[in-house]
């Protein structure tokens, strides 16, 4: 298989190219670095073999498209995105930029060249808005009403995801992911609270908590859900499919098992809630155990671990 990976320079992406090495692909990068760092992607490079390439594209370039004529990937998946909810609202004009017309860009190669299939990195985070707690955990048959602008780009890219199906015959499977954490996550980048708390607890500093404390999230581990994405590669086409545990954790809980796993008290101080943040998250994955064969399988407690080895060893 000749993989593209959009965004593979980034935490999930990265992660992504080295399975992808592991299962022998030959795999090429796209990445303009504004958030990843070819640091990520240091066992890649090192161990390529002449089976990885890194290409330095902005996918809001038309010039993504020529470089995916060239390259001619069976697969695509696409992770460039801009990430961040609170940029979103900020900027609402500069994340459609990236969301919807990068993802256009990526798509139109993906046209030229027929691909195999496009996997996209969905926000399942977002794209349901807040619906009732007693949805929760919700499926894919809940209505799509994402209430900020990374949501709306995101649900943008899936509607063009169906119509390059239909009209074009490319096809897909989009992937809506929980709050992914794990190694490699930045905690001065796009959102991630588990590197974030993570970061500040390694260091003995004080953790900002935004809102009452109890707002949940369904957090996922990278590799958990590096391995949804390998088999959306063969597998599940055509749907939105969820990418999350099924379980609520609220954020002072998760500052609490972070603070455990490292041997230190939780410090934190109360901030006012964000705008454009949900209230609770969760996803049931009854999907993707039946259209990929897929179930998260690392516990909150030892992700976490994991997180925090990899964390302290940068130090």
Sequence with gaps: MRALVTGGAGFIGSNLVDRLMAEGAQVDVIDNLTTGSLANLSLARSEASGRFHFHNV???D??????IERLKPDVIFHLAAQADVRVSVKDPVFDASVNIIGTLNILEGARKVQVKKVVFAASGGTLYGDPPADHLPLNESEPQVPLCPYGVSKK???DYLHMYRELYGIEFSALALSNVY????NPHGEAGVVAIFAANVLNGLESTVFGDGDQTRDFVFVDDVVDAFFRASKRGGGVVINIGTGKETSVTELLETISDAAGKSPSFKLAP?????LKRNSLDPTRAEMLLGWKPWTPLGEGIGATLKSMAGKK
Excluded: F
């Design 58 to 60: 902005d996918i809001r």
């Design 62 to 67: 038309e010039g993504s498209v020529a470089v």
């Design 156 to 158: 943008s890219a899936i």
């Design 182 to 185: 794990g190694p490699r996550q």
């Design 273 to 277: 809630e964000r705008p454009g943040e």
